[in-house]
């Protein structure tokens, strides 16, 4: 006799991100994107005019005005903060959005203001970004947020319209992938580094259609300020964010800022972020290990940061390639780029370095520089360009007396903004020129028109500084 077939379904763990997506999902249909709550929606100069029209348009109010934060630091330039920008379209992009903050009511911190700088380095700082939170901003490197726990991520324009007028964003779930990093990092190797080293294993797509979380004892020994530069990266692996469990490393970073829960709250709140973290038996769709002890102080040679390669090592040969049809980019790109395949990257002159944009410009990017350089002095013929990544940072270099120690080591010390991460204000790299940037992205054009983009750590950029060309900082140390 058959025995009836039983299916007995057995709980499943959850991952962090499944755990804050579900906890925020609104409402569900089958077939179609869930509906999103959002606890914080960053917003600046570039993404928000139109969505600010569109409500205007449609007769609504910005329906939680506590719950959005605005800065300018796209357009603002980095010299003479308090005379009126030069640049026509910049200046129009900065007087719109403090007129539809003034409009609409929502709190702005705009040039002049101190709490003023680039939107993500200025969350963490202020303790406006918290575990547990769903983030948006209409700027890709929103993930940045992702490294205290919480899901945040790039939104388009029409999306920011969305959650000005509701505090929600239609999305599917994306898959998620877990990323393990163990073992001890080399002298020399920074946060940097290893983002840059696992982009350029798995490409600058392999992300696509996933979510990470970046877990192991390689990452769990880095600062805040190390996981928000891994963090800011996911983007350019192609994946929609990335994110790491909040432990005491982020609770001390987190106490006694400015809107950082206080008292009795800090208690409660901190015993709560404590359980954020996956089930044990949780399922990714996708798991990648790697080890801190391949890493090396990492350089990109081509035109999208998947093409990077250790410092000591040479570019890549045509032959080198296992997908052909990755040839003809390839090609392209070594040839914008002013490169040959095969040549080692160390010795290649630089004519700009850039320290700073959302990637690197805190206050430990700065020390680390700071400490190397001391006592130093550059390239003579090489420009080199410090910016703050906030006003708070720029304050605080001020305090330490990093400012003079730049300046000593003939760098520019400038003031808080975006600057020359992109071409869209007036630090831009000249067409033709080298810049080994601390910066996210070095595609065509990124740094100004025919600008060349080298990614790399704060500290290779320091070594490219002083020696006017690609450098092993190892041999610096």
Same mark, same amino acid.
């Given at each position: 006799m058959l025995q009836p077939k039983i299916n007995i379904l057995i709980p499943m763990g959850q991952t962090l991100f499944d755990k804050i997506w579900e906890s925020h999902v609104v409402t569900r249909q089958e077939g179609f994107p869930d509906v999103l709550y959002i606890d914080t929606h960053f917003i600046h100069e570039v993404t928000s005019p139109q969505a600010f029209a569109g409500l205007r348009k449609r007769n609504l109010p910005v329906l939680r005005t506590k719950q959005t934060v605005a800065t300018a630091d796209h357009n603002v330039p980095t010299v003479d903060q308090h005379l009126p920008i030069k640049d026509e379209l910049s200046r129009l992009q900065v007087a719109t959005l403090e007129k539809n903050c003034k409009e609409f009511g929502v709190e702005l911190y705009g040039l002049g203001h101190p709490f003023q700088g680039i939107v993500h380095v200025i969350g963490p700082e202020l303790g406006i970004t918290q575990p547990n939170q769903t983030i948006?901003?209409?700027?890709?490197?929103?993930?940045?947020?992702?490294?205290?726990? $919480?899901i945040a991520f790039g939104i388009g324009t029409s999306q920011v319209e969305q959650v000005l007028a509701t505090q929600c964003v239609l999305q599917y779930k994306?898959?998620?992938?877990?990323?393990?990093?163990?073992?001890?990092? &080399?002298?020399?190797?920074?946060?940097?580094?290893?983002?840059?080293?696992?982009?350029?294993?798995?490409?600058?797509?392999? @992300?696509? &259609? =996933?979510f990470?979380? =970046?877990?192991?004892?390689?990452?769990?020994n880095l600062s805040m300020e190390g996981r928000m530069t891994i963090?800011?990266?996911?983007?350019?692996m @192609?994946?929609?964010? &990335?994110?790491?469990?909040?432990?005491?490393? $982020?609770?001390?970073? !987190?106490?006694?800022?400015?809107?950082?829960?206080? @008292?009795?709250?800090?208690?409660?709140?901190?015993?709560?972020?404590?359980?954020?973290?996956?089930?044990?038996?949780?399922?990714?769709d996708s798991v990648l290990t790697f080890r801190a002890e391949d890493i090396e102080p990492m350089?990109? =040679?081509?035109?999208?940061? /998947?093409?990077?390669?250790?410092?000591?090592?040479?570019?890549?040969? $045509?032959?080198?390639?296992?997908?052909?049809?990755?040839?003809?980019?390839?090609?392209?790109?070594?040839? =914008? !780029?002013?490169?040959?395949?095969?040549?080692? !990257?160390? &010795?290649?002159?630089v004519d700009y370095v850039f320290i700073g944009s959302c990637t690197n410009s805190r206050i430990e990017d700065l020390r680390t520089v700071?400490?190397?350089?001391?006592?130093?002095?550059?390239?003579?013929?090489?420009?080199?360009?410090v910016i703050p990544g906030s006003k708070q940072v720029e304050k605080q270099a001020k305090e330490e007396g990093l400012d003079k120690i730049f300046t000593d080591a003939g760098f520019e010390f400038r003031e808080s903004g975006c600057s020359a991460c992109l071409g869209m204000n007036e630090d831009k790299i000249p067409a033709g020129k080298y810049c080994v940037s601390t910066s996210n992205r070095n595609f065509e054009?990124?740094? /100004?028109?025919?600008?060349? $983009?080298?990614?790399?750590?704060?500290?290779?950029?320091?070594?490219?500084?002083l020696r006017g060309v690609v450098s092993d900082i190892r041999e610096m140390l």
């Open positions: 948006v901003c209409g700027d890709s490197h929103t993930s940045t947020h992702g490294a205290f726990g $919480t994306p898959k998620t992938m877990k990323i393990e990093i163990n073992g001890k990092l &080399g002298k020399g190797v920074l946060a940097k580094d290893i983002i840059l080293y696992v982009i350029s294993q798995i490409s600058a797509s392999g @992300g696509t &259609g =996933y990470v979380e =970046y877990a192991g004892e390689t990452i769990r963090c800011n990266m996911s983007i350019e @192609g994946a929609r964010g &990335g994110l790491i469990a909040p432990d005491q490393t $982020t609770f001390d970073y !987190m106490k006694g800022r400015l809107f950082a829960p206080k @008292g009795a709250e800090w208690e409660k709140a901190v015993q709560h972020w404590q359980s954020l973290k996956s089930d044990s038996d949780a399922v990714f350089i990109t =040679y081509g035109t999208n940061p /998947g093409m990077g390669v250790g410092i000591s090592q040479k570019i890549p040969k $045509t032959t080198d390639l296992q997908d052909l049809s990755e040839v003809p980019s390839f090609q392209k790109s070594l040839q =914008y !780029m002013g490169f040959e395949e095969g040549t080692p !990257m160390m &010795g290649k002159k700071a400490d190397f350089v001391k006592g130093k002095k550059k390239a003579s013929d090489v420009e080199v360009w054009g990124r740094q /100004g028109q025919g600008a060349r $983009t080298l990614l790399a750590s704060p500290l290779t950029a320091a070594a490219a500084s």
